[in-house]
């Protein structure tokens, strides 16, 4: 059996082994995948992984002994689902594999936004420190959190975990999600309405799947429902908010700071107008990358496959 990953180096840039799926068949991996490669390099495989490499219908059409997609993710619309189901072909996903991640990072872009540690730190280093008249200076507000309300929207197994660490800052959380576990409930974390979530938030974390009733769900509207000078956090998906209101937003001051982990196109373009907007911190989507989590990754994507061979496929998306 031939398999085929065709982006594998954002998983594995050489740190991890893929001997796991090695020895489920004959492996050849490519780091990157160029569009006008895709067909020729899977060929007559019969199993292809990808991360973010589209597989569309006539990709899937074009390859005739596909039996087997394995998503080396959690979101998979990268892949035409549908037309993997009328051939028969099975999908899997990887999911949960990243949520202590994802919850650490959405905590550290918070933490820095209060801080602006890495901004100091640099100070101090150009000798602005050793040179200055006082024992101690900052350039930014300092902001402390205990006291304060997280409103978390998507409750799920990362916002969840997120809740967890603000809780043991001292801070309150509101959550909003679209199926509530009410047993999740304490004195100090409750679900409520988006509307009283975003009325009450001192810091929005966005912790929910990208669906049509998500997508833009930070906008001008919902952003004039928040608190002057609210914190943002998302490292969930770009498509979630539109970007030139909240960017507007930020040069307003109405939002007093933004840590986003993502955006609606990735890589991001250089017109995405969150580039220039005030007190915005943006990183390469790169809080799943943990070396942690991109084993627990490779772990379920080998056992995906191997348990498809056995006849009992687990974690398919287009049953």
Not at 250 to 262: E, M, P, R, T
Request: with cysteine; net charge negative.
């Amino acid at each position: 059996m031939k398999i085929v990953v065709l982006d594998g180096y954002t998983e594995n840039p050489g740190d991890l082994s893929w001997e796991g799926l090695a020895a489920l068949g004959e492996l050849t991996v490519y780091d990157r995948t160029p569009a006008s490669f895709i067909i020729s390099r899977i060929g007559d495989a019969e199993v292809v992984y990808t991360n973010k490499v589209p597989l569309s219908k006539q990709t899937i059409s074009a390859c005739p002994a596909l039996k087997f997609i394995g998503v080396l993710a959690t979101g998979y619309n990268i892949v035409d689902v549908d037309a993997a189901r009328v051939r028969g072909i099975v999908v899997t996903n990887i999911p949960t594999y990243g949520t202590a991640a994802l919850a650490q990072f959405a905590i550290a872009m918070l933490l820095e936004i209060c801080h602006h540690y890495a901004h100091h730190s640099d100070a101090v280093r150009a000798g602005r420190w050793e040179n200055n008249p006082e024992w101690c200076f900052w350039d930014y507000p300092l902001i402390e959190l205990a006291g304060k309300t997280m409103g978390i929207i998507g409750y799920g197994r990362i916002g969840q975990a997120t809740g967890r660490i603000a809780r043991a800052m001292g801070m309150r959380i509101l959550a909003f999600d679209t199926h509530p576990d009410h047993a999740l409930e304490s004195e100090g974390s409750t679900y409520v309405a988006l509307d009283e979530l975003l009325v009450n938030s001192n810091v929005i974390a966005l912790h929910c799947p990208l669906l049509p009733e998500t997508e833009g769900i930070i906008n001008k509207r919902t952003i004039t429902k928040m608190k002057d000078g609210v914190i943002l956090l998302n490292n969930s998906r770009g498509q979630l908010i539109v970007e030139q209101d909240l960017a507007d937003a930020l040069n307003s001051g109405k939002i007093y700071a933004a840590g986003l982990d993502v955006v609606s196109s990735e890589p991001i373009c250089a017109d995405n107008p969150l580039l220039s907007a005030k007190n915005c911190f943006i990183s390469p989507h790169i809080s799943w990358a943990t070396k942690e989590s991109r084993s627990r990754l490779m772990a379920i994507a080998v056992e995906n496959l191997r348990s498809f061979l056995a006849g009992a496929p687990i974690n398919v998306m287009n049953r």
